[in-house]
């Protein structure tokens, strides 16, 4: 699923990904794991959350900004 | 001039070639193939959405879905409608069939993956895809192959055949014979030298003669 919406928040499956990243950087294969989805969806997903500054890449692993808060709630 | 008639040569991927990269709308957000890598990928076109045969085959497909993730195998369908046409289906089955359909559909509008692995076949329909499955291997390789004209629905056993087939070459290194199912017994690459086909008979396996040998897999 889109894990951004068009008005830039993140979806309820972006937060399900965000709040896997809680506790530190992990790869897509970790978040699949986590969080039970699908690995193409959380690669999707991650390319999404990416783009619009939700998250991090550096070496294949993906975490939080560490300048921003993590916006694990769209409500 | 007299007006020559014209066939539109259409481009068909190759077994073990890799498969054409692309990166589409789908109804789960925008993919791309690589997204799949690790995972064995069952990419097929429907016609059209809103069509009696297709519903019946997404039903089908929705109902081996759970059968497929066991053998860590995603699906993915490709039409040349918009997402909302796509959208708009698949509630409707849901609402009217009671089906949710659990695997992204790719909105092909410009056709740009149907051509990529030549999906449209103009003597079927110039303007919709055939029914095609591709069989696509973890390292994105083609692996098989199957086209249906429109008028036919396709067989979901065979689509589970056949990835339980490739899946056993792959692990145990044989073939696998006419009508094989998992548990019967499966068949020995052929020896390449005559010093091979001497051994081939001494090793054990059933063999009607040196070329055709069969043996039972160990789980």
Not at chain 2, 149 to 178: C, F, S, W, Y
Request: charged share 25%.
């Amino acid at each position: 699923m889109p894990c951004v919406s068009p008005d830039g928040k993140p979806t309820s499956s972006g937060v399900a990904l965000l709040k896997s990243l809680k506790n530190g950087a992990l790869s897509p294969k970790e978040i699949a794991s986590k969080t039970g989805q699908p690995l193409f969806r959380v690669r999707s997903g991650l390319r999404e959350l990416k783009k619009a500054g939700f998250v991090e890449e550096a070496e294949g692993k993906y975490g939080l900004p560490k300048s921003g808060k993590c916006p694990c709630s769209n409500a | 001039m007299a007006e020559e008639s014209r066939t539109e040569e259409v481009g068909l991927p190759v077994l073990g070639r890799k498969a054409p990269d692309f990166e589409a709308v789908t109804t789960q957000g925008t993919l791309r193939l690589s997204d799949f890598e690790g995972t064995w990928l069952v990419l097929f076109s429907h016609p059209a959405d809103f069509t009696p045969v297709c519903t019946t085959e997404f039903i089908a497909f929705s109902k081996i879905y759970e059968e497929l993730k066991k053998r860590n195998t995603e699906l993915l369908g490709l039409s040349v409608d918009s997402v909302s046409s796509h959208i708009a289906w698949i509630r409707n089955i849901e609402e009217k069939m009671g089906v949710k359909i659990p695997f992204p559909i790719i909105a092909d509008l410009n056709k740009e993956v149907a051509k990529k692995y030549g999906m449209i076949h103009p003597e079927q329909s110039k303007t919709e895809t055939v029914r095609c499955v591709f069989v696509i291997d973890p390292e994105s390789k083609i692996r098989a192959i199957i086209y249906y004209p429109l008028t036919t629905g396709r067989n979901m056993k065979e689509i589970l055949r056949l990835i339980d087939a490739l899946q056993t070459t792959d692990k145990h290194k044989v073939a696998t014979p006419a009508n094989w199912n998992p548990g019967d017994p499966v068949v020995v690459p052929p020896p390449a030298t005559t010093e091979q086909a001497e051994e081939r008979l001494k090793e054990g396996y059933e063999c009607k003669d040196w070329y055709l040998c069969m043996k039972k897999l160990q789980d």
